[in-house]
Nanobody
Framework: VQLQASGGGLVQAGGFLRLSCAAS????????MGWFRQAPGKEREFVGA????????YYADSAKGRFTISRDNARNTVYLQMNSLKPEDTAVYYC??????????????WGQGTLVTVSS
C-alpha cells in the first residue's frame, strides 16, 4: 500500500485547510485510514481515522469539533478538513492506513508527511 498525502501549507489562525491522502497498491487490504501529526519537539500523535466500508470516524480530543475526516472510496482517498486552525495545530501531518484488526494507534502503513503551519 502506498499513501500520497497533499494539501499542507501556511494558514493564519482561524483559517482552514483540507488535506488529502490517496491510497494505491493493495487497496483490498485496507480496513481504515487515518491521520497523525507530529509537532516540533513532540511525539507523533493520533488525529483521527475513518473506516473504509462503514465510514465510522474516530477523533482525538484535540480534533473533535474542528476537524472532519471523510473518504471517497471511488478515488481511494481520505480527506482531513481542518477548520478554526490554531498555532498549536502546526505540525507535519501523516496519512496512515490500517489493515484488519489494527489498533488506532498502530497503523500498518504510513505516507509521507505534509507540513501544516498556522501563524498567529
Amino acid at each position: 500500500v502506498q499513501l500520497q498525502a497533499s494539501g499542507g501549507g501556511l494558514v493564519q489562525a482561524g483559517g482552514f485547510l483540507r488535506l488529502s491522502c490517496a491510497a494505491s497498491g493493495s487497496i483490498f487490504s485496507i480496513n481504515a485510514m487515518g491521520w497523525f501529526r507530529q509537532a516540533p519537539g513532540k511525539e507523533r500523535e493520533f488525529v483521527g481515522a475513518i473506516t473504509w466500508s462503514g465510514g465510522t470516524t474516530y477523533y482525538a480530543d484535540s480534533a473533535k469539533g474542528r476537524f472532519t475526516i471523510s473518504r471517497d472510496n471511488a478515488r481511494n482517498t481520505v480527506y482531513l478538513q481542518m477548520n478554526s486552525l490554531k498555532p498549536e495545530d502546526t505540525a507535519v501531518y501523516y496519512c496512515a492506513a490500517y489493515g484488519s484488526g489494527s489498533s488506532l494507534s498502530k497503523p500498518d502503513y504510513w505516507g509521507q508527511g505534509t507540513l501544516v503551519t498556522v501563524s498567529s
